[in-house]
């Protein structure tokens, strides 16, 4: 399965934006999918989950109450709605796809397909 992030761009302080992370060449079923973000020298970290069955998600405490993170199954499409930005939420998101346990969903070394990633930039 290939994956497409798109949707970042450059927003104020306190403004939204919403990702969008496309399979194509197969679908998300049976995969939990999950969004990421990497600044410049830094580990790439986990931001938000959600499992394609069920949907049930997990967030990182850094994005909960401001990001949600859902789905569509007609569109085959995961979204990540980021509301009430901060400048600290600057960087490059990437969306990936995963079959490992709940509890293994921040760690990057299970995932096993990536999108090519989207900026998003948080500045006045």
């Known amino acids: 399965v290939q994956l497409q992030a798109s949707g970042g761009g450059l927003v104020q302080p306190g403004g939204s934006l919403r990702l969008s992370c496309v399979a194509s060449?197969?679908?998300?079923?049976?995969?939990?999918v999950g969004w990421f973000r990497q600044t410049p020298g830094k580990e790439r970290e986990f931001v938000a989950a959600?499992?394609?069955?069920?949907?049930?998600?997990r967030y990182a405490d850094a994005v909960k109450g401001r990001f949600t993170i859902s789905k569509s199954t007609a569109l085959n499409t995961v979204y990540l709605q980021m509301n009430t930005l901060k400048p600290e939420d600057t960087a490059v998101y990437y969306c990936?796809?995963?079959?490992?346990?709940?509890?293994?969903?921040?760690?990057?070394?299970?995932?096993?397909?990536w999108g090519q990633g989207t900026q998003v930039t948080v500045s006045s």
């Open positions: 990936a796809v995963t079959q490992v346990i709940w509890s293994a969903l921040h760690d990057t070394r299970h995932y096993t397909h």
């Open positions: 959600i499992a394609w069955s069920g949907g049930s998600t």
């Open positions: 060449g197969g679908t998300f079923t049976n995969y939990r």
